[in-house]
């Protein structure tokens, strides 16, 4: 799996668990996003992801991670959105025998903190954004320490940074 975040430069992905808005983030850092999620072609999200994004993405699989998957029936559409409360580990499983190869996990902190408590993940995206909010929602936590080694670092846009990990497997 591949993680996709933007973070302040304090490393937070939200100022507030009621922040509804990527207003913060650059228009770099979504020309990014739209071309890497397309690339890999379907992305895993969380409810509170969903809502901020208000609709499937277009030419992606949208999978949104859920404990009530069937207050979405009337959103669900196969191959364009679906809403499921299955753990991480079995949407990769049930992915992989659909034919799709890749994935991008895409927020919020609990989504990615599941993936990283399962060693779910292979490559991290991160793109460093020039604010700094004081306070706010981590990229996650209670997962255990995850050694990365850089894989590419460049500048996105005029004061934004792209950074490429891999998880370093031991």
């Known amino acids: 799996m591949v993680f996709i975040a933007v973070v302040s430069a ?9 922040q509804l ?20 072609g379907v992305v895993i999200m969380g409810r509170k ?5 208000g609709k499937p993405l ?7 991670m859920t404990k009530s998957p069937e207050l979405y029936n009337h959103k669900q559409k196969e191959g364009l959105i679906e ?14 025998l659909r034919g799709y190869g ?25 793109t460093i954004e020039p604010v700094l909010f004081g306070r706010g929602i981590l990229l996650g936590d209670e997962f255990e320490k995850t050694s ?5 670092l460049s500048r996105l846009g005029r004061d934004s940074v792209l950074v490429h990990y891999g998880v370093a497997r031991k």
């Open 10 to 18: 304090d490393g937070r992905i939200a100022e507030s668990k009621e």
């Open 102 to 126: 890749a994935a991008a996990v895409v927020g919020g902190s609990l989504v990615y903190s599941q993936f990283l408590r399962d060693r779910l993940v292979d490559e991290i995206y991160l």
């Open 83 to 96: 809403f499921t409360s299955m753990p991480p580990s079995a949407i990769i499983e049930n992915l992989s």
């Open 58 to 64: 277009n030419d992606r699989l949208t999978i949104v």
């Open 148 to 152: 990365l080694r850089l894989l590419n």
């Open 21 to 40: 808005t990527l207003s913060w983030t650059s228009k770099d850092d979504t020309k990014f996003f739209i071309r890497k999620t397309k690339q890999l």
């Open 49 to 53: 992801t969903f809502e901020t994004i």
